[in-house]
Every structure is written in structure tokens, then in C-alpha cells.
């Protein structure tokens, strides 16, 4: 196919503000790494603005656009059709404009998460043993989906207000066949015990943010630790993690791998992880 027989693909990031995302350095990346013609553009929307933004797209010529915060629940009622996914998590972060114009409502935050385990220790597997949960916000009911797809066994929930806690784990209770516990915030140093997974997916150890307050004494030394958090890169709980001897995974991964599956929509490309990729994301932290 020539140069000119490529269709010209426009997509975006829709955040209020947006100028922190690195999504735009992402799929450039991706759309010069694999010679495509298109272009990823940062698209300040304000709260009150989104619904018009939204249904601007098909008259702008985009195949789609992500959206950051604080955008991803609002979608869920504004587009014409929400896959299962991203109904079940409350929050669309990706958006493809369909042939006829209607807008669906995609969540790939799940799968990003899980890939980025994947990747980061290719022997892990999600039924190795209980998963230690540390939070119940959006981004836990994200990495929650994805931990039950996989096939966990047995998830322990801890967060500060433990009714939030239990709220997530009845969201939940009908999906797989894992055993969900709500575990009250004083109670997490202990529920680590026996566990194969530690994840954090509070705000908690950010940049600008409280420390995470969590000891990993009871923590088995073969479990994995992750965290969303990816500003820092290392973060006190994965160097704490890695000190002790645990495998660890960083936050950053799963921003790069939730944004696969969106560029394939869009791109008609799934895209590959490289080394690069990861130095030129790395290199904006």
C-alpha cells in the first residue's frame, strides 16, 4: 500500500488539565515506529464540556480518543454503547468512533495492568495464591477486573474506609469464582501473610502525596509487588519490595500496555512494548 493509500488517522487524550499526560509521547512513538500516517494530540476538555467534545469526534474525522481524569466515569452515560468491561469497572478510558458515527465505551485498564505483570515476571500467574489489595477507588475496581479474569483465587481488599472495601467486593462477588474479603485498613499489615500478590493502587507513595504506611514484614518473599503509582519510577513500597528480595513490577508499565489495545482500535496495529519506548516515557518522569 502506498504512502498516500493509507488513510490518515487522527485520535487523542481528552483530561482536565492534560498537559502531565504521556499518552501523546506513546502513540507518537508508536505511529512513527510502525510508519503510519496519523496523528495524537492532547485535547483539554473541561467537565462540563465532555458530552460536546465526545460527540464532536466523528465530526472531526477521529478514529477515537482515551480519556484520563476526570473524565472516565462521566463517559459511562454518554456513550452510545459500553462494552461489559468497562460497564462492570464504572469507567471508560478509551473511546472508538464507529463507522456509523456512534461512540463505544472500551476500558483496557485491566488488561494493562495484567500485561504489565506479565511482562514484568512472565512466570506469574494469578492463581498462585491470595491477592493483597491495598485501596477500593477506581483504578482498584480496574486492577480487581483484571486480577478475576486471570483467574485469581482469593483477593483481600484492604482500605481506609472499610465500607468501601465491602461495597468493591459485592460489585464483584458475581464475577469468577474468587473469594473477595474486605480487610479493615488496621488489619493490612497482617492480611499479607500467605499472599502471592501486593498491589497498590491508592495515590498513596505519588509524587506530592502521603507515604504509603504498609510493612511487608509477613509478606512471603516469592510474592510479587506492584504499583500503580508510577511518579516515582521506584517507589518507597517497590524499593522496600526489592530490598527484602520480592520480584516487583512498576507503575509505568501498565500505562504502557492499557494504551495497546486503544491504538490497535484506532491504528488497526497492536503495538509492542520495546525498550525504547520505555526509555523515552521514562525520560519525561
Known sequence: MSEHAQPFVLAGVMG???????????HS??????????AYAPLPVRPDTLEAALRALPLLGFAGCNLTIP???????????????????????????????????????????????????????????PAVMLGAGGAARAVLAGLLDAGATEIRICNRT????????????????????????????????????????TSQGMQGHAPLDIQLDALPASAL??????????????????????PTAQGLGMLIHQARPAFEAWFGVLPQTTPALWAAVTATL
Request: net charge neutral; no cysteine; glycine share 8%.
Open 16 to 26: 482536565w488539565p492534560v498537559a502531565h499526560s504521556r499518552s501523546p509521547l506513546i
Open 29 to 38: 512513538h508508536w505511529i512513527a515506529q510502525y510508519g503510519l500516517r496519523g
Open 71 to 129: 473524565h472516565k466515569v462521566a463517559a459511562v452515560d454518554i456513550v452510545d454503547e459500553l462494552e461489559p468491561l468497562a460497564r462492570r469497572i464504572g469507567a471508560a478510558n478509551t473511546i472508538v468512533v464507529r463507522a456509523d458515527g456512534t461512540l463505544l465505551g472500551r476500558n483496557t485498564d485491566a488488561f494493562g495492568f495484567i500485561a504489565n505483570l506479565r511482562e514484568a515476571q512472565p512466570q506469574w500467574r494469578a492463581d498462585a495464591g
Open 162 to 201: 472499610l465500607e468501601t472495601a465491602q461495597q468493591l467486593a459485592h460489585d464483584f462477588a458475581s464475577w469468577g469464582a474468587a473469594r473477595l474479603q474486605a480487610v479493615p485498613w488496621g488489619e493490612r499489615h497482617s492480611a499479607l501473610a500467605g499472599a502471592a500478590l501486593l498491589v497498590n493502587t
Open 225 to 246: 509487588v506492584t504499583d500503580i503509582v508510577y511518579t516515582p519510577l521506584q517507589t518507597a513500597l517497590l524499593q522496600a519490595a526489592g530490598a527484602r528480595g520480592n
